[in-house]
């Protein structure tokens, strides 16, 4: 009996080691990846392909990472760039950080984990230091940390040789391109501009063109085509200069880094009534946003769960190795590429101007925070005017101004977000309420 006993020991041990070993070799980076993040500005997923859209804006660029993981239900949690990016460094939504934590620095963020970590840090600017939006995300950097382009350039020429020399360092690495080559104004080169058709007006589409168009009631539909046939051939351009900075990666840096693709907001064409993105509300065109990951050691898989930028933070951290600090809000999302679940989660959206930004001023804003006087201020990045909750295919809105207005939709009968279910005194979950009454209520640490 004591020899079966030992075997039947042995056999256990065994199984656990087993077991171990297979998540081990199963688990993406388990000795750590440097990890190369791309972030297209103004990209909607609902113009891409791969996410279901009638036209093949990026081919070159969604053909890398289908070899990889493609996450079809993540969300921006702002609509704009300035709490879309702050919030996604702190893992939080952008009313919950304020102008003083980008100065302090004894709140964690993304930049700071990975310094304290060892890991070599460069950002790529997108646009001149002009616009206290840049400023205020470029404030988490440090000077050595971010390099400059100037006027309008194409960021990949920089990112070719800014990689190649973090990839022959010793340290792990950490980049980060932003472009803005998706955002308005929308001026494809000529030899786009027959693309998926052909059209003689607008050739370029500028920001007064998207304001003055966006005043009439109704929209002119025909017109918001124009636009959007702008915005998919600018696309397919930016999808040029990302493939080739992508298929210039040398095989050796791809098999310790994780590159991801994603974007800080969408961009609207009539929908709801609406062009652009910004403050006025927050469906699906303005916040579904690709995600995208080529990982080594990882292949194929779609995943549907619903993720948001602020589980970007704790997953980059997670692929390097290095613990998630408690305070961030998001969670680690590569347990869902590994086959796990997160369980049921509520993912906060908010969007609103800051404090000193009022509707007279937005067509000139100021260009640093100094000039608006909240460097280092105790106050909320941004005010809340519309806030949301997403749970699975439930999704509730909030608009808070200039009165108040209860949207809920089922995205999975009704992805366009057509019928509101809070009409006739129906009303969403208490639990969802509840969420959107403390993402309403700005709370300051």
């Avoid at 800014?162 to 990839?167: D, F, G, I, R």
Wanted: net charge negative; aromatic share 8%; hydrophobic share 40%.
């Amino acid at each position: 009996m004591k020899n079966i006993s030992i075997a039947s020991g042995v056999l256990a041990i065994a199984g656990v080691l087993f077991l171990i070993g297979m998540w081990w070799y199963g688990t993406p980076c388990r000795t750590g990846c440097n990890v190369l993040l791309i972030m297209v500005d103004t990209l909607s997923a609902q113009h891409i392909k791969t996410y279901g859209y009638d036209r093949d804006t990026m081919p070159k660029t969604t053909a890398f990472f289908e070899k990889g993981v493609i996450f079809e239900n993540a969300s921006a949690n702002s609509t704009w760039t300035l709490p879309s990016f702050i919030g996604m460094y702190f893992s939080d939504i952008g009313s919950r950080v304020t102008y003083a934590d980008l100065e302090e620095r004894t709140r964690p963020h993304l930049q700071k984990e990975l310094r304290n970590h060892g890991v070599n840090i460069r950002t790529i600017r997108a646009v001149d230091n002009d616009f206290f939006i840049m400023d205020a995300i470029q404030r988490l950097y440090n000077p050595e940390e971010i390099i400059e382009g100037t006027g309008e350039y194409n960021p990949f020429t920089l990112g070719v040789n800014t990689l190649n020399e973090l990839s022959n360092s010793e340290k792990p690495f950490f980049l980060l391109v932003h472009t803005f080559q998706a955002h308005d104004p929308y001026r494809p080169a000529p030899q786009y501009q027959s693309l998926f058709e052909s059209s003689d007006k607008y050739t370029e589409v500028s920001l007064n063109d998207l304001l003055e168009a966006g005043k009439r009631t109704p929209l002119d539909m025909e017109q918001a085509d124009i636009f959007r046939l702008r915005y998919d051939q600018q696309l397919a351009e930016t999808d040029e200069n990302i493939a080739r900075f992508l298929e210039g990666i040398p095989e050796q840096t791809l098999r310790n880094t994780v590159v991801i693709l994603s974007a800080d907001h969408g961009e609207a064409f009539g929908e709801h009534d609406r062009l652009l993105h910004g403050t006025n509300g927050l469906y699906e065109e303005e916040i579904h946003v690709p995600l995208m990951m080529r990982i080594p050691g990882v292949t194929q898989k779609r995943i549907v769960e619903p993720v948001s930028l602020m589980d970007m933070s704790p997953t980059i951290l997670s692929f390097m190795r290095i613990p998630t600090p408690e305070e961030f809000n998001g969670d680690d999302i590569s347990v869902l590429i590994q086959g796990g679940s997160l369980g049921e989660r509520t993912i906060p959206l908010v969007t609103g101007f800051p404090y000193y930004v009022t509707p007279e001023t937005r067509t000139n804003p100021p260009k640093f925070l100094k000039d608006a006087g909240v460097v280092g201020v105790n106050r909320e990045l941004i005010t809340p005017k519309v806030v949301g909750v997403r749970r699975g295919s439930e999704k509730v809105i909030k608009e808070l101004l200039p009165t108040e207005k209860i949207f809920w939709f089922d995205l999975a009968s009704d992805p366009e977000e057509k019928n509101n279910l809070a009409v006739e005194g129906a009303t969403p979950p208490t639990e969802l309420m509840e969420v959107l009454a403390s993402i309403e209520k700005v709370t300051l640490r």
